[in-house]
């Protein structure tokens, strides 16, 4: 079983009308360090009240890892590039992970820049090297 973390993540979900204004708010997002990684999944298929209708509308799911200190720059960012009124921007706490995952998201959500010669530089090259 992972370890807990004593570190504070969380996954914060939105979701959008248009597969592109999910990957402008997923890049938004990751190239201002407030994400380590925004999966987008989709379409999927909402049904949802709104003005006393009914409403079945095609979407797209951004899944944001993050640390819970950056939750109100999230969703104050995701709020300024979101079309929706009233944009879902719900949290979830991460409270285990693996250590070598939850390394990588902590480093790569650091307010300043971490040389690509770092340890997380490490750990992100050899992460997207797992995922091909």
Request: aromatic fraction near 6%; charge should be positive.
């Given at each position: 079983?992972?370890?807990?973390?004593?570190?504070?993540?969380?996954?914060?979900?939105?979701?959008?009308?248009?597969?592109?204004?999910?990957?402008?708010?997923?890049?938004?997002?990751?190239?201002?360090?407030?994400?380590?990684?925004?999966?987008?999944?989709?379409?999927?298929r909402s049904v949802y009240r709104w003005r006393d209708a009914i409403e079945d509308d095609r979407e797209f799911l951004l899944?944001?890892?993050?640390?819970?200190?950056?939750?109100?720059?999230?969703?104050?960012?995701?709020?300024?590039?979101?079309?929706?009124?009233?944009?879902?921007?719900?949290?979830?706490?991460?409270?285990?992970?693996?250590?070598?995952?939850?390394?990588?998201?902590?480093?790569?959500?650091?307010?300043?820049?971490?040389?690509?010669?770092?340890?997380?530089?490490?750990?992100?090259?050899?992460?997207?090297?797992?995922?091909?």
């Amino acid at each position: 079983m992972p370890a807990r973390t004593p570190h504070k993540l969380r996954v914060i979900f939105t979701t959008t009308g248009a597969e592109e204004q999910a990957l402008a708010i997923a890049r938004a997002l990751v190239s201002e360090r407030l994400a380590a990684c925004v999966n987008i999944i989709g379409p999927i298929r909402s049904v949802y009240r709104w003005r006393d209708a009914i409403e079945d509308d095609r979407e797209f799911l951004l899944l944001i890892k993050t640390r819970a200190t950056n939750y109100m720059k999230v969703e104050r960012r995701v709020r300024e590039l979101h079309t929706y009124e009233v944009p879902e921007v719900l949290s979830l706490p991460a409270d285990r992970g693996s250590p070598p995952y939850i390394q990588w998201l902590l480093e790569s959500t650091r307010a300043q820049a971490v040389s690509a010669k770092s340890g997380a530089g490490k750990l992100a090259k050899s992460r997207r090297e797992s995922l091909r």
